[in-house]
């Protein structure tokens, strides 16, 4: 089977997230003031062919851990959809 | 002559109409000369070719008989105009490779890409001379900083520069940054590239040998910039816009293999001939380096790599994708070139090869979709001699002068002018441009000119690039000679001799009779100069049709100067270095302020006769200067331009841009009788320098001025550490603190940045 | 003749600076391409500065996976000098050779210019001829310089002694003394036994008298005598 | 009511993904080839106060068209979740 994948890699909470602050103040200055606590990560996103939504699911894992996301300075989520 | 030859159309490509002329901004009159250069009606794939090939950005059909007239002959000159970047011969066999160009439509629509390709392109010119890059320059200009768009188009641009350059590993040494409102919604991006290669080494790009093969290496082909070339060719407007889809991404870290890789395949000796695919991609490279060759070459775009499905001949013929090359090689030798991109983790795919028909021949999958005698195609061009007459309004404006009252006296204008972007520190900006990388940066950027040093050799180079477009759009003539003027002084101030020049021609719509006066005359003032100096120009680039709804760009012929250190040691800094030494002022004085930043920013007003450039004074200052540093006599020499004498010993006592301290200086002068003492302060006459040197080597300083005959005139001292600048007039003291000085000047542009 | 190996990672670009700057003293330098699997009886390896597979995705998450990086692991479990340098010091961390990870600068620019930094540790293989608490001016150049680490383990290299260089504040009045924002000024770290040191400064690029200063050069001086002494790494 | 809104921003269709295909090799190199047409992009995260779900897309839109993505080089999808 055939997946889409999309992968969010943000941030590791509690880390300065200067992005986040200047897409946050160029929002107040273009008064959108309605938004807040905002977050500037990666957004990762490839086909994969599994033979399951829980394999494909296992196999994205493993590239985050691997690859995709450093655990030191990022958290993941995974969103996978079959196709 | 080769002879046309049959051409049948594309699967599903319409024929080729009236209005498919138009839109490929082909005149009546050129599409007739195609008619009879191919004896029958072009396919819509020729028709594309010839569109790319034809259009200003490649053809050169409006300036061709002007650019003619610069000089391009000196001993020192390896290669001139006609190749990818010009070539000067440096002492113990080395050759300095160097060439600038624009990109400034793109930038104006996609600022960061824009201006990251523009890097990528100049880089490709000098690497494929077989010249390993080691400088950048960037001459940008934008409208004001007030302007939230500018803004953008400002902090873009720089990031674009920075990340290509950057990531490449070439060292940005110096540039100019200019904002004004004949730039607004039309921005400048000229970047220069400097190279080094052994004279040995030198490669044309020349097609020869029939039956030797075209190769692409490199990046894969998509459906980017295509038509770019026409695109560069046309007035910004809503249908630009609408191109948008067409930018092109660069790859730098893609460029940093092709680089190694093309310096491998050329020093190896194991290819014929390399030429970078820029503006119309595959066609121009390859039809360019066929007539260069006087041959003919046949490509197979079935052939070529591609990034997306479906690409017919004519998007592939037409693409500008990135990182790309097109590499002449002997069949027997195809497998060492495929071994060496390999290394570089490119590929090389075959996709064509030189024929001995003349003919610019396109087959895919075995059909012939285009075949155009080369030389014609590359060469037929018709040429315009557009008119050129000068604006009535620009030859009011010469004979103005202000009405308005001055904003701040003498003393105050001094912090206004140096908060003003134009003046003040871009620290803001090559900051964010690696300037060490490679080890050999002598001298960095924040000074006149940036110096480096070549491994292993006793020499050094300086460059710089420059243009006082305020002087070219009053007078074109004068403020040609200005532009090299400048330059040369910049790279003269450091010790060295200047060498030649490169430039980018930066006007308005050709067609318009007051925008070709200004081409043909800022021309004729650089090609004087250029003689005066004994600097020929090497090549350029010229980028016509840089118009707004609200006009013409202010004219903008920017000039790229390389200049020689016989010895690297004797390399003299811009600003003052120890309390204690004279301070001397080197030319004359009459206090003009036609054309000047204090005109413009103390009493509103841009006008006036721009200083008139004495080429004959210039060239006196540039030999002392030069003389007095290989007598290792100057601790520091600093040129005067925009704001004048008070602006350059402010700068000259702020420091380098990371300098701990500031230094004061107590200078005295007597007034020229009646002279307004803004007008001392803040006139522009070229041909000026303050230098400083130890107390004990005034006389030897004094005598060699005078050897040279300019003018000299020891002012005063540096004096301590964070200590006022003072400067007598007369009798009238004028002081100012140069911490805050150094505040103003080096946050007016981050200031507005912020905001 | 002390060997050493510098790196060459596809985008890597100070690898001939920091190749000049071995020459110069004295050592012998030879370049490694990332393919290879064997350092060559290398005495010291180089991580060069420069942008490995264009810092995409992250700066050397990509480099770190190059074959020739199982001998540089082996290289450094036996003790010997491994100097990571602006981008080697990412691909250091990405590899967890060493601790924390370089994100992008505060300022969300690239930052190349003259800093202050103050030398907190003699006793590894690249800063033993420098001073105690010596403080030298010296170029960076970097998007993604930010350290950054857990308290514990900003704690724990406090404690053993593990930070190298710190960002100091000289007065240049008009520029931060931290260019990046790096969580407790660290400019520079090192292996609990000292021996493998990652830095963002680039000592390479000031190793020659005629640029101004020849700050850098310690760096490399230290090497040649700390391989020749080849005294067992000072562990804490 | 107050929202939680994802953003992703990724390279136009067409356009060169470079840090694209550095990734997607990388993943070949690490045996993960299972995997293809990889893109990367940016993701933006941000709370949204608005009166209800389609106050908050038209806002969220309004945000991407104006500041968070550059719509000469980028394409973005928005995901608003109530909280
Ligand atoms: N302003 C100029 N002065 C002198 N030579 C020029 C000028 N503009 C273009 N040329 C020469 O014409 C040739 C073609 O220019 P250009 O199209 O910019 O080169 P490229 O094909 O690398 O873009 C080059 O050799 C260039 O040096
Ligand atoms: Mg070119």
């Known amino acids: 089977m055939s997946f889409r994948v999309f992968v969010r890699v943000m941030p590791r909470r509690g880390l300065l997230d200067p992005q986040g602050q200047a897409v946050e103040s160029a929002l107040r200055a273009l008064k959108f003031d309605q938004a807040g606590n905002v977050h500037v990560g990666r957004a990762i996103a490839f086909d994969l062919q599994a033979d399951n939504e829980s394999a494909a699911r296992t196999a994205a894992i493993a590239m985050c851990e691997k690859l995709l996301a450093n655990p030191v300075t990022e958290e993941y989520e995974i969103e996978v959809t079959a196709r | ?755 | 003749m002390t060997r050493v190996a510098v790196l060459r990672f596809p985008g890597s670009n100070c690898e001939p600076d920091a190749y000049r700057a071995v020459e110069r003293e004295g050592g012998t330098a030879f370049y490694v391409f990332h393919r290879e699997t064997d350092l060559r009886d290398a005495d010291a390896v180089i991580l060069p500065g420069g942008f490995s597979y264009g810092d995409y995705l992250r700066a050397g998450a990509i480099a770190r996976f190059s074959p020739i990086m199982a001998a540089v692991e082996r290289h450094a479990a036996d003790g010997k000098p491994v100097l990571g340098i602006c981008n080697g010091f990412q691909i250091l961390c990405e590899a967890g050779l060493l601790p924390g990870g370089l994100v992008r600068n505060e300022s969300l620019r690239y930052v190349s210019r003259p800093v202050d930094v103050r030398i907190e540790r003699t006793d590894t293989p690249f800063t033993g001829d420098y001073r105690q608490g010596e403080i030298i001016r010296i170029p960076v150049g970097h998007g993604d310089g930010r350290f950054t680490a857990s308290e514990e383990t900003l704690d724990q290299l406090e404690s053993t002694g593990r930070i190298v260089m710190r960002y100091v504040a000289t007065g240049m009045p008009d520029v931060h003394p931290n260019p990046n924002a790096a969580v407790r000024d660290i400019a520079a770290i090192s292996s609990p036994g000292g021996t493998v040191v990652g830095m963002m400064p680039h000592p390479e690029r000031l190793a020659d008298d005629m640029l101004g200063s020849s700050a850098g050069r310690r760096t490399f001086t230290s090497l040649m005598r700390w391989t020749r002494a080849s005294v067992a790494p000072a562990s804490s």
């Not at chain 2, 003027?485 to 010790?495: D, F, H, I, L, M």
């Not at chain 2, 120009?537 to 010229?542: D, E, F, L, P, S």
């Open chain 2, 1 to 755: 002559m080769a002879r046309a030859v049959a051409a049948s159309p594309f699967a599903g490509e319409p024929a080729v109409t009236d209005a498919l002329v138009r839109e490929h901004k082909l005149t009546e009159q050129e599409y007739e000369v195609i008619l009879d250069i191919l004896g029958r009606t072009p396919t819509l794939t020729e028709l594309g070719v010839f569109s790319a090939l034809w259009s200003e950005h490649c053809s050169y059909k409006h300036t061709r008989p002007v650019l003619k007239t610069f000089p391009t002959e000196g001993p020192q000159v390896l290669q001139g105009p006609g190749e990818n970047a010009g070539v000067l011969e440096l002492p113990d066999g080395w050759a300095v490779a160097f060439k600038i160009e624009s990109h400034n439509h793109p930038s104006a629509v996609e600022p960061y890409q824009g201006a990251a390709t523009g890097v990528g392109g100049i880089l490709r010119d000098v690497f494929t001379m077989g010249a390993r890059p080691i400088a950048v320059l960037n001459s940008l200009r934008f409208g004001t900083l007030d302007d939230a768009r500018n803004r953008y188009l400002f902090g873009g641009v720089v990031k674009g520069v920075g990340d290509y350059g950057n990531c490449v590993g070439v060292p940005t040494l110096g540039g100019e940054v200019t904002f004004a409102p004949g730039y607004a919604g039309n921005p400048l991006v000229n970047a220069m590239c400097v190279g080094i290669l052994r004279a040995k080494d030198l490669i044309r790009a020349r097609a020869h040998g029939v039956g030797n093969i075209l190769m692409n290496v490199g990046a894969r082909t998509g459906r980017d910039g295509i038509h770019g070339a026409s695109f560069a060719s046309e007035d910004l407007s809503a249908a630009s816009e609408a191109r948008r889809p067409q930018v092109q991404v660069g790859d730098p870290f893609t460029e940093k293999l092709l680089l190694e890789a093309s310096l491998e395949l050329i020093t190896s000796g194991t290819i014929v001939a390399i030429q970078d695919m820029g503006a119309a991609g595959l066609t121009s490279s390859s039809a360019e380096m066929a007539a260069r060759g006087g041959v003919g070459v046949e490509l197979d775009t079935s052939k070529v790599p591609l990034r997306e499905p479906g690409m017919t001949p004519y998007e592939i013929l037409l693409s500008e994708s990135q990182e790309r090359m097109l590499v002449v090689v002997e069949p027997h030798r195809v497998a060492e070139v495929q071994a060496i991109c390999a290394k570089w983790e490119l590929v090389g795919t075959p996709i064509g090869q030189v024929t001995d028909d003349g003919l610019f021949r396109v087959v895919h999958d075995g059909v012939t979709v285009a075949a155009i005698p080369g030389e014609r195609l590359v060469n037929g061009v018709p040429i315009y001699h557009p008119e050129a007459l000068e604006a009535p309004e620009a030859i009011a404006r010469r004979a103005a002068t202000p009405t308005a009252a001055p904003v701040v006296d003498a003393t105050d204008a001094l912090p206004r002018l140096l908060d003003d972007p134009t003046i003040a520190s871009k620290r803001w900006v090559y900051e964010q441009y690696d300037s060490t990388v490679q080890a050999n940066t002598v001298l960095g950027p924040g000074g006149d000119a940036g110096v480096l040093m070549v491994e292993d050799a006793k020499f050094g180079l300086a460059v710089s690039v420059d243009c006082p477009n305020r002087y070219v759009v009053l007078d074109p003539y004068e403020g040609g000679k200005m532009t090299v003027a400048e330059a040369a002084r910049n790279v003269a101030c450091t010790g060295a001799v200047p060498l030649g020049i490169t430039n980018c021609l930066n006007f308005g719509n050709p067609d318009k009779p007051e925008v070709f006066f200004q081409f043909r005359e800022a021309v004729r003032g650089m090609g004087d100069a250029c003689l005066a100096f004994g600097t020929p120009v090497t090549g350029g680039n010229v980028s016509l049709y840089n118009e707004n709804p609200t006009g013409a760009i202010d004219p903008t012929p920017t000039v790229g100067m390389v200049g020689l250190l016989e010895d690297v040691t004797n390399r003299v800094p811009s600003s003052f270095r120890n309390p204690g030494d004279l301070i001397a002022l080197l030319g004359d004085t009459t206090g003009h302020l036609g054309g000047s930043m204090y005109w413009w920013i103390v009493r509103d007003f841009l006008g006036g006769p721009p200083p008139p450039c004495n080429l004959d004074a210039e060239v006196r200052l540039q030999r002392f200067l030069v003389a007095a540093a290989q007598q290792g006599l100057l601790r520091s020499a600093h040129d005067l331009s925009d704001g004048g004498l008070a602006v350059a010993l402010a700068e000259a006592c702020i420091g380098d841009p990371y300098a701990r301290h500031t230094l004061g200086a107590g200078v005295q002068f007597a007034v020229p009788d009646g002279m307004d003492p803004a007008a001392f302060f803040y006139g522009e006459d070229g041909a000026r320098a303050v230098v400083s040197f130890d107390p004990a080597s005034v006389e030897a300083v004094r005598d060699l001025a005078a050897a040279h005959g300019v003018p000299f005139t020891v002012a005063g001292t540096v004096t301590d550490p964070n200590a006022e600048l003072r400067i007598t007039v007369g009798t009238a003291l004028h002081t100012w603190q140069t911490v805050e000085l150094r505040r103003t000047y080096f946050d007016a542009i981050p200031r507005r940045m912020a905001a």
